[in-house]
């Protein structure tokens, strides 16, 4: 059973910065594409940002770009999502999810396993 646990979320207030992680259980799938998705209250699950497996390539949802960074470190097995000048509207829970098969695509129905959860929120 592979097993993603999230972590680094909290009250921050806006302009701050956060760094979520996502730690993998089992390292054949910690060396996998990884996303990070969120979900606002009341609102669906939306992409946030995707590290492929190596690390080499990344991709950001455009209200994100420019804000935060995916990184990820194949010796710890921890994919982390650096989070910076934050504003009100990023408040969500964060998701980390892997896919373990062929591609990297910005889409939930593509990933295959779910951590669950970690709440970011922003306020003064």
């Known amino acids: 059973q592979v097993q993603l646990v999230e972590s680094g979320g909290g009250l921050v207030q806006p302009g701050g910065s956060l760094r979520l992680s996502c730690a993998a259980s089992?390292?054949?799938?910690?060396?996998?594409?990884t996303g990070w998705f969120r979900q606002a209250p009341g609102k669906e699950r939306d992409f946030v940002a995707a590290?492929?497996?190596?690390?080499?390539?990344?991709i950001y949802a455009d209200s994100v770009k420019g804000r935060f960074t995916i990184t990820r470190d194949n010796a710890k097995n921890i994919v982390d999502l650096q989070m910076n000048n934050l504003k009100p509207e990023d408040t969500a829970i964060y998701y980390c999810?892997?896919?373990?098969?062929?591609?990297?695509?910005?889409?939930?129905?593509?990933?295959?396993?779910w951590g669950t959860g970690t709440l970011v929120t922003v306020s003064l």
């Open positions: 089992r390292r054949t799938v910690s060396r996998s594409c």
């Open positions: 999810a892997v896919r373990s098969t062929f591609g990297c695509p910005a889409s939930l129905n593509a990933m295959e396993y």
């Open positions: 590290i492929t497996g190596s690390g080499d390539n990344t």
